[in-house]
Each structure stands twice: as C-alpha cells, then as structure tokens.
C-alpha cells in the first residue's frame, strides 16, 4: 500500500499532523539508514560467498581480549564480565552480550572460569541462555556453572558494590566492562586497576568515556563498542552491517557541511539580511515587520524543526469546560516564546 | 449532570480494544482468553523441537519490533478527544494503535517483575550454597539473607499499615516499631550506604586525576590545560574576582570565566560529543534492526 | 597494563612522603569541614544564560495546570539533585503551581522525594506559610518500570500513561489520582503547563525524544550530564537547563535577585524573586555546598599540581 492510496483511508489532518509533527525529513533519514544498513548487509553476504573478506581498521582493545583471557588462565584467576545496568533488554546490551559471549568461548576452551554479574533481572535470564549456548556448542556444555552469570542487584550501588566485592574476593585477572555504565564506572574501573586486572571498557554513556580512559587499559569509544562483533567474528551480516553505518555517517557529515554553507549563505557572513516572510503554523507567511533572519527561520532550521500547524479543533481537552470549572490561576501568563 | 460530574465523567477512559469495564463481563473474556492462548503456547513450545522454536522466536520478536515501527510510521491522530471516533479506516487504525501504545509499554513492566523473581532465585542459590558449604566469606551470605528478608517484611508491613491509617502514619510521632525499622533500614541505612558508595567516586576522581592529567605530551597538556579552566569556572568565588578583572580589559568581557569555560563546551566538547553520539545513534539502529529482523546469528562464531 | 598506582604521594622532598590514607583524610576534612559552618558567604554571579531561561520559565509558566514532575534521583546524587529538587518545589510552592511527582529510572526516587516534600512542608509551616498537600496539591503516581514505554504513553495520552494510579486522599482512603484536584480534567500533554525532569541517570534523552516537541520541557541534571544536554537547550527542545551544582548555586541567587528585562531569551520581561536576602531560606543547599566544592577543586588541582612535579622531577633524576 503506497501513501497516496493509504492518503484516500486516511483524514488529510491527520496526515498532516503526522508528518509535521515528526518532519518529513526524520522518517526519510530513517529509511535511507535502513536501507543502506540492508543494502551492504546483502553486499557483504554475497561477496562472503565469493570469498571476498571486507576491511575493519585495527581496534586495540579487541586484540587485547585474546591476551587478557590468555593472562587470566596463566594465573589462575577468573574472568569478570559486566554488562552495564541497562533499564531493558535493548540493543546495547545485547550487543554487550555478544562480545561477552566471544570472550566466554575463548574462556571456555582455555578452561578458565567466568563470572558475568547482571544488574537486570531479564538480562540475567538472556545472559544465562547464551553462556549456557557458547558452551555448548564448543562441546563443554557439562563444564557450564550456572552460578557463573549471577544477577547481583537491580540498584545502582548495591550493585557497584557487589561487583566491587566480587572482583576483590575472587582477584579477577581480567574485566570486561561494556554497556550503558553510569556513575559505578569509575568505581568498577578503579577496583580493578587496584587489584592489577587488565580492563578493557566501553560506555555508550559518553559522560564515562572520559572515566573509563583514565582508569582502563583499553577503552572502546562510541562506534568501536558496535565495531566489535563484527571485527571478533567477521561475520558478513555484521560486517555490512558496519559498512553500512559507514555509509550513513558520511551522510551526515555531509549535511552537516551542507548546513554550514547554506547557513552561512542564509544568514549572511557579515550582515543579517531581512526577511519579509517565515514559517508559522507550519506554512510560509507574510511577516507584518520583516526582521533580520533568526537562526530559526532558515532552511536547514525549518526542515529539521518542522513545525505542527495549529488544532483543528481550536481547544483543548481543559477549553471545553468553562472557567468556573477549573482550578483559579492567579498569575498573568507573560508572553513568553 | 452538573460541571463537576461532567468533567469526571469525561476523564474516563471509554473501552477500547485492549481494556475493558472494570469488572465487567467482557474484561474477564479477554482475560481467561489471553490465559488460555499463552498456556496452550507454552505447551507447544515445551515440546516443539529447537528448529520450531527458532521460527517462533523469531516470528514474536518480528511482532513486537513490527509494532513500534507501524507506530512511528503510521499518522497518529490529530487532537483526539475521549470518546472521539475514527471518520474512517485509515484513522480507525492510528486510533487503534494509539490505544494499544500504554498497553504495549505495561507489557514489558509485567515482564521485568516476573523475571526480577527469577534474578531474586539467582542470588538466593548462590548466598544459601556458600551458608550451607561455610565456603570462605559465608557469614557475609548470611547477612544477606537476613537483611533481604527483613527489609522485605517490614517493607511491607509499613506499607500494609500505611493504606489502612492513611496520612495518619506521614507523622513520624505516630509510628510504631514496624514504621522505625523500616525508616531505619530504608532512610537510615540504605539510602546512605548508597550516597557512601557515591561518594567513594570523589577519592577515585583525586587519584585518577593525579594519575592521568601529565604534561606528557601536547595531547596531554591540551586536555590539562581545558580540563583546569572547566574546573576553576565551577568555583563562583574565583569567578566572581576573574570576571572582576576581566570586564576591566580592552577587550570588555571577551575573557570572562563563562565565555572561556563556553567557548571549551560549544567549539569542542559538544561537536565531539554529538559526533559520538551520532554514530552510537546510528549503531544501535544498526543492531535493532538486525535483531528485529533476527538477521544476526546465534552464539560467539 | 594498567598503571601501578603509588602507594604514597610524593613532594619530591627528602623525609615522609604523604601516605594515601592521610590524602584521602585530608579530602574528607576540607571538603566536610565548611558543611558545620552556615556563614560562609562565597560571593555568585550568575552568567549561565540555560539557568537565567530555567528560572524565568519556571516563573512564568502557567498556574492553572499541574506540571508532571519526574524525579529520577536518589540519595546517591543528592549532593546535586537534592538542591535542585528543593529549589524547583520552592519555586512551585511559591507559585501554588500543583504538580505530579513520578519516576522512571529508579523506584527509590519517589519515596526520596516525597521526603524533600515532606521537609520543605516542615520549613513552611515554620515560616507561617500553608503547607503543600498531598492529593489537593500535589499527588505521587509512582515507579514505571518501563520508562521508554511510558514516554511513549505521555506523549499520546497523560490519562491512559497514569490511569489505573491510585494516591491517598486526605481522608486516608485510596483513589485514582484523576479524581484528585491536581489532575481533574487532565488528558494529553496540552493540559499541563510543563514536564519537568530531575535527573540523574539518562532519562533526559527518553522525554527528549518522544514529547519535548508537544509540551514545555525543562532539565535539572548533574554537572557531569550537563555537556551532553546542552545541544538540547541550544535546540530549543529544552526550554531551561540547570546542570549541576554550579547551576543550583546559580538558581538560589535568582530566587533573590530575580532577572532584569531581556536577562532571559526566553522571556523578554523582568522576573522578580522570590525570597529576600534576609531569609535564611534564601541560602539553600547549593550554597551550603559552595565552599565544599571550592574546597575539593583545589585540592584536586593542588594533585594535578603534585603530580606534574613528580613526574618531572623523577625524569630529571633519571635525565643524571
């Protein structure tokens, strides 16, 4: 069903609202990141099938996994995996997840012991789920500990110190720490440095990044956090999965240049011309005092803010009942913007 | 029907789909009905092999990613009133939708508190294998158990006494025993072992500082050099004998703590920090996507 | 590898170096020591133009509606939170702006803040001045779990997000809060004059991006929060923005001095104050804090400092 048919089913209001409410623009960006992620997905799918292997930069941290685990087993020590305190079971968590279960297959065929400490109880159950998998499908799926992935507490600093105990008591050797961190960061980061654990870290928090790269041995900024599982496992679905990230961000920069230009041409280098019409209520009109140009009221400004016209209906739910009706207000509203 | 009565009369949410009159008839169909739909897939999920259960994981995860996508894409309607109905199909399905979006949300919530019993099992065998097997630290276990059991109890024999005295009990010179170990337990113990655990953070934060801001390098200068003026702009005291000094100079303000520590957070520490976030943005659209769509394979390989 | 941390400071000094036990002394005595002194006066000039448009929102919005209120910080934050949750309810009370309290990020937040309530109420009372009550002022819908879910559910419709909630009425008895007075006739976001958010954790994001475009959005966050919400008030989607505690400090002096015609871009008339100097409500938390954080931060440059000469004076002695 196209939208001119949909167009027919639908109020013409409606429509309206709808797509000056979220902007045209901001579902169109949304379909081309789709598509573009989709697009390199069946790229890199058929090039696996030719045998074609695709670039990723070198990302320390990743590398460093091998070694670390390597470290853990020579010392007898176990490994701590901590996927941040999510509030759902959302895509960062499991992207967490999936490089936890990497480390845990490199783990489980070097014999070395893991913990992974939940702070959400429905992480705790997907967590369970896909350690118990890793295990089994490297045949060790006797050698599993269920008590290995522990939900610890769903509160910010009883978990903080939970996991802090945890690493203390059992000296882990290495610590993966990945996910949506908050204040706890500096907290698990430190824990560790003191009892000598290699670190590896990521926050897609980025007020942590900076705590994590002061505390960590290696740390996964931003995009390098989504790099990850397609750098350990090279996958094709993955790879042009990334590749199409890739493809969106120089979108964005392009417009962001775009934007610059068209700004800067707008607005003027050295004076602000005058404009005699702007968007309001969602149309261009005729201003009564044309003005110098607002930085609201160029191009780029009204295709990324647009603008929702006015109720059709003229009142809202609390216009229907007359004042009397309705809690007293003993204030003057001031015409505020 | 007088004004008071009209206006309580419309915040009633009028039965749609996916609720019903309290009590009535038709709410305990859609209940027994919803039971009796998830028994029976339980049922057949027990005993469906993995390759079916691949398919239907994959076939409910679809549903409700499909869900979401439908709303942000289809029209929502225009100023809706209680009570309003749909001038045609097109709109019946943006109003249907947008009844079903609470519904979906509390979804989830039931979800988090079944399983928030499962995590709950998860620290219990742990705690009472370490008591039962006295391994190393098991008194620490028992404290733990003891302390979950109490704050569970008193917890909620307060809030039983609360519902039944009413605002009686927000008097502290009402309370019993059961509201003071409660308060203790809740105000007095844990709330400030949470703010004792955060503010172990400001030690870490002196020692990460000493150890990491080094004139090692130009990179390392720059960082120390931005990192001490967003500091010294925090201290209103410093700022206020700054400014002083800096309104004196030709350049009228320019100079000014504000405009300094502004000009750091505008020209560099923003840009960096949206561009970061641009691509985590972008990345976890990547990964919604591949999980909605159960493009990603399963396990480490 | 990590970095071996030094057991003990040095000053490069022959004779005792610092111990770390006794830097982290030195810590908790400077920065806790000022707390035990109510007169310590730092003087502030408010510059930050998010806070002057917090302020002047704040103080012009709407009387006749409720504000949704989500409090999302807990005693772990209440170095920062704390001041500013106070600083919002005296603003609110100050007006008799009557308002929902709620959260999505911690089911602590709730009780926490109906204890600030609670204490500002006892401040009232002290100061002859009605207390804020529960039910006919201000109801408490509670803890949601699923906080992106419930974003999504304000957005479309404040009745259907908290139907079912129930809060006790002044008789002791327990019903749903849309019969309250706070809540009577409210439907959609348009019913209420603004949602505010006291925030700790990042639900500033959630409320940003499904109904900031459909109601008055205002934001009390930390300090270390603050970077990353400031292209949401330069945006405009965040109406006013106090980050932090150096915002507090920057909000309590407002609520003396009010701000001058054109201080806020928001708001091009002057807002008076609430409080006068001589009230001793008028130094509230943030600046009792003042001369802790002026504390702390140089003693933290004071490390840097040390540090620097470590190192340097190490290298010179490797240099001989």
């Known amino acids: 069903m196209n939208i001119s048919s949909l167009g027919s089913l639908v109020a013409e209001d409606t429509w309206q609202n709808q797509y000056s409410n979220t902007g045209r623009f901001a579902l169109f960006f949304t379909v081309v990141v789709v598509a573009f992620v989709l697009l390199n997905i069946w790229r890199a799918e058929k090039g696996g099938r030719q045998g074609k292997d695709l670039y990723i930069r070198r990302i320390p941290g990743l590398n460093a996994i091998d070694e670390a685990v390597g470290r853990a087993t020579e010392m007898g020590r176990p490994v701590v995996m901590v996927p941040g305190i999510p509030s759902n079971v959302d895509a960062i968590v499991m992207q967490a997840l999936k490089i936890f279960a990497y480390v845990t297959r490199v783990a489980a065929n070097f014999g070395n012991p893991i913990l992974v400490c939940c702070a959400y109880a429905p992480v705790y159950t997907v967590a369970t789920e896909m350690m118990r998998d890793v295990y089994q499908r490297e045949g060790l799926g006797d050698k599993f500990d269920p008590d290995s992935v522990r939900f610890i507490s769903d509160r910010q600093f009883a978990f903080a110190a939970g996991v802090s105990g945890l ?17 706890e960061s500096l907290i698990f980061a430190e824990t560790a440095n003191g009892i000598g654990a290699i670190q590896v870290a990521s926050s897609t928090q980025n007020t942590q990044t900076p705590f994590f790269i002061a505390a960590c041995d290696y740390v996964l900024i931003g995009d390098e956090f989504y790099a990850a599982s397609a750098y350990l496992t090279r996958q094709p679905v993955l790879v042009g999965s990334l590749i199409g990230q890739d493809w969106c961000k120089m979108v964005v920069g392009t417009l962001v240049f775009i934007g610059m230009a068209l700004n800067g041409v707008q607005r003027g280098f050295l004076d602000r011309p005058t404009i005699s019409s702007a968007m309001q209520d ?3 009109k005729p201003l009564d005092k044309p003005h110098p140009i607002g930085k609201k009221e160029t191009t780029m400004a009204y295709l990324f803010s647009p603008q929702s016209e006015p109720d059709l209906a003229g009142v809202n739910h609390r216009g229907k009942y007359p004042p009397e009706e309705l809690p007293e207000s003993d204030d003057k509203v001031t015409n505020w913007k | 029907m007088n004004g008071l009565n009209r206006i309580l009369a419309d915040t009633v949410p009028p039965p749609t789909f996916w609720n019903g009159v309290y009590g009535s008839g038709g709410l305990w169909l859609k209940i027994i009905l919803a039971f009796l739909i998830v028994s029976v897939a339980l049922v057949f999920l027990k005993d469906a092999g993995p390759r079916v259960r691949k398919y239907v994981v994959g076939g409910a995860t679809f549903l409700a990613g499909a869900f979401y996508v439908f709303f942000y894409f289809y029209p929502t309607p225009l100023n809706r009133q209680p009570g309003e109905m749909p001038q045609n199909a097109g709109e019946a ?18 979800v988090a508190a079944f399983l928030l019993g499962l995590g709950v099992y998860s620290v219990f065998t742990v705690h009472v294998k370490r008591v039962a097997k006295q391994s190393a630290d098991w008194g620490f276990s028992v404290v733990l158990l003891l302390s979950f059991f109490l704050m569970v109890g008193l917890g909620y024999a307060d809030w039983g006494m609360k519902r039944i005295a009413g605002p009686k009990l927000d008097d502290p010179s009402n309370w019993g025993i059961v509201n003071y170990g409660r308060s203790f337990l809740f105000d007095g113990l844990l709330q400030n072992m949470d703010a004792a655990m955060f503010s172990i953070i400001s030690f870490y934060i002196l020692s990460a500082a000493y150890r990491a801001f080094r004139i090692r390098s130009i990179e390392a200068t720059i960082l120390l050099g931005s990192a001490v003026i967003m500091m010294i702009g925090l201290l209103s005291g410093f700022e206020y004998g ?55 394979k399963q396990g480490a390989n | 590898m990590a970095d071996a941390e030094p057991q003990v400071v040095s000053t490069g000094r022959k004779g005792p170096a610092i111990p770390r036990p006794l830097l982290y002394l030195l810590l908790i005595l400077a920065t806790a020591t000022p707390l035990f002194f109510d007169n310590i006066s730092i003087p502030d000039q408010p510059a930050d133009p998010a806070v002057f448009d917090m302020y002047a929102m704040l103080m ?69 001045e009605r207390p804020y009550e529960r039910w006919n002022d201000w109801v408490d819908v509670g803890y949601y779990a699923n906080g992106e879910g419930t974003a999504e559910a304000l957005a479309v419709s404040v009745q ?30 348009k019913d209420v004059s603004a949602f505010i958010n006291v925030t700790a954790s990042a639900t500033d994001i959630v409320y940003i991006q499904r109904l900031a475009s459909k109601t008055t959005f205002l934001e009390f966050c930390t300090g270390v929060m603050g ?52 009230d001793p409500r008028s130094k509230g938390r943030g600046n009792h804090y003042n001369a802790s954080l002026h504390v702390a931060i140089v003693l933290m440059i004071l490390m840097i400092v040390i540090g620097n000469v470590e190192m340097y004076r190490a290298k010179r002695g490797a240099a001989s």
């Not at chain 1, 203390?168 to 990945?178: D, G, K, S, Y």
């Not at chain 3, 139907?163 to 809540?183: C, H, I, T, Y």
């Not at chain 3, 932090?244 to 008076?272: K, N």
């Open chain 1, 167 to 183: 690493m203390l008591r059992e000296q882990a050797a290495a610590v993966f720490l990945m996910g949506d961190f908050f204040a």
């Open chain 1, 282 to 284: 969602g149309h261009m």
């Open chain 2, 93 to 110: 399905v943006s109003f249907w939708l947008d009844d079903a979006v609470p519904t979906v949300g509390q979804i989830a919530n039931i």
């Open chain 2, 242 to 296: 700054w400014n002083h000094v800096a309104h004196q100079l030709p350049t009228t303000g320019t100079y000014a703590m504000g405009e300094l520590t502004k000009w750091l957070q505008d020209c560099f520490q923003t840009p960096s920090l949206r561009a970061i976030q641009w691509g985590l943005g972008i990345g976890t659209l990547a990964m919604g996507l591949r999980l909605w769509l159960s493009l990603e």
């Open chain 3, 60 to 128: 012009t919005i709407p009387t006749d509606r409720p504000v949704l209120v989500s409090s999302e910080w807990t005693n772990g934050t209440r170095a920062e939170s704390r001041g500013a949750f106070e600083a919002l309810m005296r603003i609110l009370m100050h007006r008799n702006i009557k308002f929902v309290l709620f959260s999505i990020a911690d089911a602590q937040a709730p009780p926490v803040a109906v204890e600030v309530i609670r204490d500002l109420n006892e401040e009232r009372k002290k100061h002859g």
């Open chain 3, 160 to 189: 259907k997000a908290f139907s079912g909630k129930q809060d006790m009425n002044p008789q002791g008895e327990s019903e749903d809060v849309f019969d309250s007075p706070v809540l009577k006739g409210v439907s959609t976001l």
């Open chain 3, 227 to 278: 970077p990353e919400a400031i292209p949401y008030y330069s945006s405009g989607q965040t109406k006013g923005l106090a980050k932090g505690l150096r915002s507090v400090i920057d909000l309590e002096t407002l609520m003396v001095t009010g701000i001058p015609a054109g201080g806020s871009s928001r708001v091009p008339a002057a807002v008076p104050g609430i409080l006068p100097a001589s």
